[in-house]
Structures are given as structure tokens and as C-alpha cells.
């Protein structure tokens, strides 16, 4: 008898109440994550260790293509608020790219203010080779923007 009524609660529930579309609450959900009204952020990347350094990938030149890949959707880059930062870690084996974006945070309790991870993105692969690799970086970065630009669309157009 439990296992009728815990569906028939929850499908009554889900019936009562307040009609939001999925497609609205994605929207909001993304605008949580990524909107910022076409301001500035600033692009961080972690190191490039030595192990990564053998296989013929620069730092140079990763940090060049996300940023041309930024420029080209117009997202401004300089001294903003939010933050794209972009990590990496390596063994033999695998390798673990990770893309947050953060956004400052106050706590009006405590009176601190921080940042706060709003969107995220891993991509894990193996074996480590430079194209491998490079794809992956290049598949996150554009990631970004295309949900980035997705959100600010509006803010970025009416200036």
C-alpha cells in the first residue's frame, strides 16, 4: 500500500504546483551560472608541469587559443569580477582539465567576501598525448562560450 501512495503524493504534488516550464527553469538556472551583464572576467590558468612540457604542450599556447577563442564571442577579458579559471593535472596515464567560473560572493553575516564556483566543467582522458589533450582543452573552452555567450547575449548586445 506504501509504494501507491509515495507516487500518487508525489504526482498530486507535482500537479499543484506553480506551472514552470523545464525550459524556464533551465533558463534561469543558466543565467545563475553564467550571466554577467557582459562585464569584463578575468581568464586564469593553472601551471604546466613538466611532464606535460615533454609532450610539447605550452602554456603559451593554450592560454593564447582560450583567450582568441574568448575574443572572437566578444567576451571582454581584463580585470572583471567574475573569473574563468582553467587547471590541469597529469600522471603517465591520464590527464584531468577542469573549467570553473566564479563569481564574487558576499556574506553579509559575516561581512567576507570571496568568489563562488557558479559553472564547472572536467573533461578526464587518456593516453596523454599532445592532441588528445589539446582537443579536450579546446572542447571545454569553447564550452564556456558557447553557454557564455548563450546567457549574456542580450547584456552584450545592447551596449
Same mark, same amino acid.
Given at each position: ?7 500518487? &503524493? ?7 504546483? =506553480?506551472?514552470? %516550464?523545464? *525550459? @524556464? ?15 569584463? +572576467?578575468?581568464?586564469?590558468?593553472? /601551471?604546466?608541469?613538466?611532464? %606535460? ?6 602554456? /603559451? /599556447? !593554450?592560454?593564447?587559443? !582560450? @583567450?582568441?577563442?574568448?575574443? *572572437?564571442?566578444?567576451?571582454?577579458? $581584463? /580585470? $572583471?569580477? %567574475?573569473?574563468?579559471? &582553467? *587547471? ?8 584531468? !582539465? ?15 567576501? $570571496? ?8 573533461? !578526464?582522458? *587518456? =593516453? &596523454?598525448?599532445?592532441? +588528445? ?17 548563450? &546567457?549574456?547575449? $542580450?547584456?552584450? @548586445? %545592447? @551596449?
Amino acid at each position: 500500500m506504501k509504494t501507491i501512495r509515495i507516487p500518487f &503524493v508525489a504526482a498530486l504534488l507535482l500537479h499543484c504546483s =506553480p506551472a514552470t %516550464s523545464a *525550459s @524556464e527553469w533551465q533558463q534561469d538556472f543558466w543565467r545563475f551560472q553564467l550571466f554577467n551583464n557582459c562585464m569584463p +572576467i578575468s581568464f586564469l590558468m593553472s /601551471e604546466i608541469d613538466a611532464d %606535460s612540457q615533454q609532450l610539447g604542450i605550452s602554456r /603559451e /599556447e !593554450i592560454h593564447g587559443e !582560450i @583567450e582568441r577563442r574568448l575574443r *572572437s564571442k566578444q567576451i571582454a577579458l $581584463g /580585470e $572583471g569580477d %567574475s573569473v574563468l579559471y &582553467v *587547471s590541469f593535472a597529469f600522471n603517465e596515464q591520464t590527464f584531468v !582539465i577542469r573549467a570553473e567560473f566564479a563569481k564574487p560572493l558576499y556574506d553579509g553575516h559575516s561581512d567576507n567576501f $570571496g568568489y563562488a564556483p557558479t559553472w564547472s566543467s572536467t573533461r !578526464i582522458g *587518456s =593516453p &596523454v598525448t599532445k592532441d +588528445i589533450f589539446l582537443s579536450h582543452v579546446f572542447d571545454l573552452a569553447d564550452k564556456f562560450v558557447s553557454s557564455y555567450g548563450q &546567457v549574456n547575449s $542580450g547584456a552584450c @548586445e %545592447s @551596449e
